[in-house]
């Protein structure tokens, strides 16, 4: 029994020998790993500053030959599959053609990450009281219409009416005295050289229709006519004057017998009303300033109500509702709509009343007005709502604005429309402003390495679009900067860390295109300078939840404690992946430091498997960790007896670029500082910006299916007194239980505090 006995304790004792050496030789396999995957990453110009590595011996290349392999034949992570997935059920979204109610539009081009490839969206309205601009408009009772944008190809752009036309397939309408006084004497009549002046439409009970006013005849002479609107074809509406009053004494029988037609009295032929006989002849498209309308009126009944008109063009027996449809307001869905610097792509768009008590008015040429006043919410597919005050509760909208002429040669008054282009190409120039700094510095800066390629390509002008003055779908600014403030910045799940403050820039990694939040793999982040904490549990996280998610693997459930300026390590090991095939409990301690600007590296110096200290013993016999435990993953390998991290790719995607400074163990985890990169353009925070943030500005960025050209984006939460939880790749989901908020620059404020149901 003796000599049995003697065997069996060697045999124990090499079982933990080896498990011990396998926790080693993880460490080493992890830093060689890195250091390969670095130099790979890096290119030419990071091999060369990256310190040659140790030599290896022949077993070792094999075992990190071995661990290559399976790392490369492993299945992708959790986290990256499930955000894969994510991903594909977005595009999936994206890539819809909307239809409802017997409407559709087509897909004509590719789809984008600047263009959905759908000219044209449907609309929807309800109970909206629509003005074009002040009392100019109409009361929409139903309808159901589609928005054609001017030019194929580009974005309707709700602060240029000029960009769409408006076919309207079925509806009904009613203009009441307002509404019609303000055609007449505000918009057909109000010209330089006009014979009319003062108009007045008042509808009345029994289908007639009352306007008074004054006429020029060498001087200005009070006019009342009586009459009735008719339609004349598809396209002309006509007033027809059945009782004509003159300066207060009835004219019509004198006309008659003189045989006097009101064309012979006044002059007036414009592009929108014309004169014949005694009707004054309409044109049904141009009798609201831009956005252009095609629409077929069926009938016309007049009250003292005002004139209600059914549209029909016969395209739709009736209109079927989508289910979004809200109870008032506006449904817009497919195609590109842009308003300020975000434009939804395949939008799915409501706009709804803040307040049901109260009629709800829309005001085209002040909408921007309004949208500052509200605000948005996002679903998590990208579906938006837009919460809007009505026009008419704004103090804005008490304040009338001075009654402009409109030019002598337009016949009409054209002041409206040039009034509202004169504050667009005002506006364009906020929106599309960069500041000639953060020009200088990004033109003059060197391209990250995953970039070279394509700007090299861009600088001999392939490859690249140079977008025009005012192309709506790109700005002109440097890729999109970005700061964060004391921050917990999650990459995904519980992997990320604490930001205390931190300059960043988000890189495409194709040339030309707009920054995908939604695709992590899409582009890169590069550090500019700052400081950031990697908690112990996210530390922890990032081997458990990522870097170990793989079968068959050596190491298993690592947790990680600062111990006297150490980092202590506990956890499982296996042997060359799978012996013993339980997992062996092991504590590891060491130091964790920056080995060059973009690794860092743990060395243990005590290892104890169940218990026994082995780091000795290993040295002694010359075995490196990595021979008996392999380990090589995206980011990490065991090297020798050294775990060496490549920052640049350790984290799940996208890929942190960072000039490191220092890494210190602390009790609240590892503490990391990025050298500044001197020169480089860095945004600007609003002054007023609150404790906790991330601000994004310049560049274009897309966020659910809206593209942001040149971005001011701030994010907060503020019912949270500390450190904001941002989480990258469940920002959807956060956004979705907060508020959007649009000021009339276009920056966009982003609450993560869940909003009240």
Not at 232 to 255: S, T
Request: aromatic fraction near 6%.
């Amino acid at each position: 029994m003796a000599p049995r006995r003697g065997w069996r304790m060697p045999l124990v004792a090499g079982t933990v020998l080896l498990a011990a050496a396998l926790c080693m030789s993880a460490c080493a396999d992890a830093s060689s790993t890195a250091s390969a995957t670095a130099s790979e990453t890096a290119g030419p110009a990071s091999k060369a500053a990256s310190p040659a590595p140790q030599a290896a011996t022949r077993a070792d290349a094999q075992t990190a030959s071995t661990s290559a392999a399976q790392s490369a034949s492993s299945p992708r992570p959790a986290i990256e599959a499930a955000k894969a997935r994510q991903l594909a059920f977005e595009q999936g979204i994206a890539a819809r053609v909307p239809s409802a109610s017997g409407m559709s539009v087509t897909r004509s081009r590719a789809l984008t990450l600047r263009d959905s490839g759908i000219d044209g969206s449907l609309m929807f309205a309800r109970d909206v009281d629509f003005r074009v601009t002040g009392d100019i408009g109409f009361m929409i009772h139903d309808m159901a219409a589609t928005l054609v944008p001017a030019h194929a190809g580009e974005p309707i752009v709700f602060d240029d009416p000029t960009s769409v036309t408006i076919d309207v397939h079925r509806g009904e309408v009613t203009l009441d005295s307002a509404k019609l006084t303000a055609i007449f004497n505000r918009y057909l009549f109000q010209y330089q050289g006009s014979p009319l002046r003062n108009m007045r439409v008042v509808p009345q009970d029994g289908g007639s229709l009352r306007i008074t006013g004054e006429m020029h005849r060498g001087s200005w002479v009070p006019i009342a006519l009586a009459g009735s609107l008719a339609m004349r074809g598809a396209d002309e509406l006509v007033f027809h004057a059945d009782h004509i009053e003159v300066a207060g004494v009835a004219a019509d029988r004198l006309m008659q017998a003189a045989h006097v037609k009101m064309a012979d009295l006044l002059k007036v032929d414009t592009p929108i009303a014309r004169l014949d006989g005694d009707d004054v002849v309409m044109q049904v498209a141009k009798l609201t300033p831009p956005p252009a309308l095609r629409m077929r009126i069926a009938t016309i009944v007049t009250s003292a109500a005002g004139v209600r008109f059914t549209l029909d063009d016969g395209t739709l027996q009736h209109i079927d509702w989508p289910a979004t449809m809200p109870a008032r307001g506006m449904l817009v869905q497919g195609g590109d709509v842009k308003f300020m610097r975000s434009m939804p792509m395949n939008i799915d768009m409501a706009l709804t009343p803040l307040d049901a008590s109260v009629p709800f008015v829309l005001d085209l040429y002040h909408y921007r007005e309004q949208m500052a006043a509200g605000y948005f919410t996002f679903d998590e597919a990208g579906a938006l709502d837009v919460h809007l005050p009505s026009y008419a509760t704004l103090a804005s909208a008490a304040k009338q604005a001075p009654l402009q002429v409109g030019s002598a040669s337009a016949r009409f008054n054209d002041s409206f429309i040039r009034a509202q282009q004169a504050a667009l190409a005002e506006a364009r120039l906020v929106w599309q402003r960069v500041p000639q700094s953060l020009q200088a510095a990004w033109a003059a800066r060197a391209k990250p390495v995953s970039l070279r390629t394509a700007f090299s390509r861009a600088t001999k002008g392939e490859g690249i679009r140079t977008p025009a003055p005012r192309d709506e779908r790109h700005s002109l600014g440097p890729a999109p900067l970005i700061h964060v403030e004391n921050v917990d910045f999650y990459v995904a799940g519980r992997i990320g860390f604490h930001v205390r403050s931190l300059d960043a820039q988000m890189i495409q990694k194709t040339a030309g295109q707009p920054v995908d939040l939604d695709d992590p793999a899409q582009y890169d982040i590069r550090i500019i300078g700052g400081e950031v904490v990697e908690p112990w549990p996210a530390m922890a996280a990032l081997f458990n939840d990522y870097l170990l998610d793989y079968e068959p693997r050596s190491l298993n459930d690592l947790q990680l404690k600062p111990m006297d300026g150490k980092l202590e390590v506990t956890g499982g090991i296996k042997l060359w992946n799978h012996f013993p095939g339980i997992w062996l409990p092991t504590t590891m301690s060491g130091t964790l430091v920056a080995r060059d600007e973009r690794h860092l590296v743990y060395e243990p110096t005590s290892v104890k498997v169940l218990g026994v200290p082995q780091a000795g013993l290993l040295r002694a016999l010359d075995i490196p960790l990595a021979s008996l435990t392999p380990f090589a993953r995206k980011g990490v390998v065991l090297q020798g007896n050294e775990l060496v991290f490549d920052q640049y790719t350790v984290f799940p995607p996208p890929v942190l670029q960072g000039r490191l400074a220092s890494a210190t163990v602390t009790d609240e985890g590892l503490v990391l500082k990025f050298r500044r990169d001197a020169g480089a353009a860095v945004a600007k925070p609003p002054p007023n910006a609150a404790k906790s943030y991330v601000w994004i500005e310049s560049g274009d960025v897309k966020m659910f299916n809206s593209l942001v050209t040149n971005a001011r984006t701030f994010i907060q939460d503020s019912s949270n007194s500390g450190a904001m939880k941002f989480d990258l790749y469940g920002y959807r989901r956060d956004v979705a239980k907060g508020t959007v908020r649009m000021g009339t620059d276009g920056a966009l404020a982003v609450d993560l505090a869940a909003r009240s149901q």
